[in-house]
Antibody, heavy 124, light 109 residues
Framework: EVQLVESGGDLVQPGGSLRLSCTASGFTFVEYSMYWVRQLPGKGLEWVSGISWHSDYAGYADSVKGRFIISRDTAKNSLYLQMSSLRAEDTAFYYC?????????????????WGLGTMVTVSS | SALTQPASVSGSPGQSITISCTGTTSDVGAYNFVSWYQQHPGKAPKVIVYDVNNRPSGVSNRFSGSKSGITASLTISGLQAEDEADYYCASYTRSSNYVFGTGTKVTVL
């Protein structure tokens, strides 16, 4: 069974940093592009970042560009999101997501398997 | 900015409803890679349509997608109580990122 388990969410002050992790299992992690998608409680979805299966390509939403860095560790079957200069508007539930097809990234990424998410709260 | 969806759509059991997703020539109009997601309260989203009109294995054929120009659509036929949920469209953009729709709440009367 494909599983994605996020961790690292916390309460952090504005301007602070946080690192989210996502541990993947049940599929060949190295073959799939991965993404982070966030959702404010009771609100809509926002794509945050994505990274290709071979880590050669990474993309970011304009709202986080220059502040967030996505990375992956194939040996640990893990996806990461390093978040810095956090703002109140970054407060959200962060989902780790797997693409539906191996060896695809853009423009035909499909968000197939979602983790349960981890909550990030930015507040003083 | 986010793709535009109606805030809510409702229908009676057995009816068909259609949810629109309007973008621009830089996203929906530029690629045939629109996907749709269903989200029940307290749950993670689930992909129900991708590449405009393909369904993942296990998704009911009551869900179908289409696209014309800058507007994509999701049709749910034979509406059932379990279809009551939030629905989001998504598309790749010429800015090399992805964008979701504003979301539509489907109510089964």
């Amino acid at each position: 069974e494909v599983q994605l388990v996020e961790s690292g969410g916390d309460l952090v002050q504005p301007g602070g940093s946080l690192r989210l992790s996502c541990t993947a299992s049940g599929f060949t992690f190295v073959e799939y592009s991965m993404y982070w998608v966030r959702q404010l409680p009771g609100k809509g979805l926002e794509w945050v970042s994505g990274i290709s299966w071979h880590s050669d390509y990474a993309g970011y939403a304009d709202s986080v560009k220059g502040r967030f860095i996505i990375s992956r560790d194939t040996a640990k079957n893990s996806l990461y999101l390093q978040m810095s200069s956090l703002r109140a508007e970054d407060t959200a539930f962060y989902y780790c997501v797997k693409d539906i097809r191996p060896y695809y990234y853009a423009p035909d990424g499909v968000f197939e398997v979602w983790g349960l998410g981890t909550m990030v709260t930015v507040s003083s | 900015s986010a793709l535009t969806q109606p805030a809510s759509v409702s229908g009676s059991p057995g009816q068909s409803i259609t949810i629109s997703c309007t973008g621009t020539t830089s996203d929906v109009g530029a690629y045939n890679f629109v996907s749709w997601y269903q989200q029940h309260p307290g749950k993670a989203p689930k992909v129900i349509v991708y590449d405009v009109n393909n369904r993942p294995s296990g998704v009911s054929n009551r869900f179908s997608g289409s696209k014309s120009g800058i507007t994509a659509s999701l049709t749910i036929s034979g509406l059932q109580a379990e279809d009551e949920a939030d629905y989001y469209c998504a598309s790749y953009t010429r800015s090399s990122n992805y964008v979701f729709g504003t979301g539509t709440k489907v109510t089964v009367l």
